[in-house]
């Protein structure tokens, strides 16, 4: 695919520098791109190092504009404009608009236009199926599910009953929707399952990574609010509520019944437990153990950082005798106070 600069300006709303009859036909990183390619500067560092980047178009920040003699497209947030030229140059391929022979589709089932169902989907009954849907290969919907218009599901997603998706919601493939959550009671040393009565309710413009599961609720609903991203292997439990806004970044784990708050950044392999809540414009950093409420907006932080073997088993030495230090401290300031 081919875009003129100005037909790029208009679309980014980007201000035009140079040529702008100029053809550009790919998307490049920086130090990647050659003659054709357009790429973005949002890092300050690479600001200085401009005379070499071989691109034919670069997207820099609108403080250049008056400097930069270059063909360019300045925005305030070059950031955002790669992600849109992203979505210009995708080439993610989409299912054809028809309907797998292979499908298994409840007569009860209600289809909108424009729908795609790859084989060995298996709708079930009473599902409802918005427009311009896509469904890859061998995803299960289950009973009295709903799915907004425009959502993409991919390969081996599961959807079990009762869960209620809005548009324009992207799943990818393994990932398991409306599962039951870990309730069980505890009776004479065995457990005794409690039955997950309750939905899963996703907003729209949400986007949800391979292998994660989302639970479905108790009792109360499981609830990921609008343009909520979930990365990949993250385990979401039941009634647990996700804010509009908030990423949560892969291996994370959210236990039962805690709600976030919306525009939440949750790092890589955090850890939140059960029946707490966090405010919103919360930044948790990766490998983060939330053990309690967070209340105010901030950047929160645990853990222990990878330091050299030697080094780390003198840190952890040192820790296991802050006990014995603190007393002594202690002991120390009595005998001093007993001497004035």
């Not at 970044?249 to 950044?265: E, F, R």
């Not at 707490?276 to 853990?303: A, E, F, H, L």
């Amino acid at each position: 695919m081919t875009y003129s600069l100005t037909s790029l300006a208009a679309q980014l709303s980007a201000q035009l520098g140079g040529d702008g009859d100029l053809q550009l036909h790919r998307l490049a990183t920086f130090h990647g791109a050659k003659e054709g390619d357009i790429t973005f500067v949002s890092d300050k560092k690479l600001l200085l190092r401009l005379s070499e980047c071989n691109a034919s178009a670069i997207v820099l920040p609108t403080a250049l504009k008056e400097t930069y003699q270059g063909n360019a497209l300045f925005m305030d947030n070059p950031y955002v404009g790669y992600a849109l030229l992203a979505r210009l140059f995708d080439t993610t391929p989409n299912l054809s608009t028809v309907i797998a022979d292979s499908a298994q589709i409840h007569e009860s089932v209600v289809l909108g236009k424009n729908v795609a169902i790859g084989e060995n989907v298996v709708i079930a009954k009473g599902a409802k199926i918005a427009d311009n849907c896509q469904l890859f290969p061998n995803v299960v919907i289950g009973e009295e599910s709903t799915l907004g218009e425009g959502c993409k599901i991919y390969s081996n997603v599961s959807i079990y009953h009762r869960c209620h998706l809005g548009s324009k919601v992207i799943i990818h493939a393994n990932t398991v929707i409306g599962s039951d959550g870990f309730g069980n009671a505890p009776y004479q040393g065995t457990w005794v399952k409690i039955p997950q009565i309750g939905d899963v309710i996703i907003g729209d413009n949400v986007e949800i990574g391979s292998n994660t599961s989302i639970d479905r609720g108790a009792l109360s609903d499981t609830i990921i609010g609008n343009g909520v991203k979930i990365d990949n292997l993250c385990q979401i439990a039941h009634n647990v509520q996700i804010g509009d806004h908030t990423a949560i970044a892969g291996g994370t784990n959210v236990a039962g019944s805690t709600q976030i708050g919306k525009s939440c950044i949750v790092g890589g392999s955090v850890a939140i437990n059960g029946h707490i809540t966090v405010t919103d414009n919360v930044v948790i950093t990766g490998d983060s153990m939330v053990m309690r409420s967070i209340n105010k907006p901030g950047i929160y932080s645990s853990g222990v950082p990878a330091q050299e073997n030697r080094a780390w088993r003198k840190t952890t030495a040192y820790t296991l005798k802050i006990e014995e230090l603190f007393k002594r401290v202690k002991q120390l300031e009595k005998q001093i106070e007993d001497k004035n």
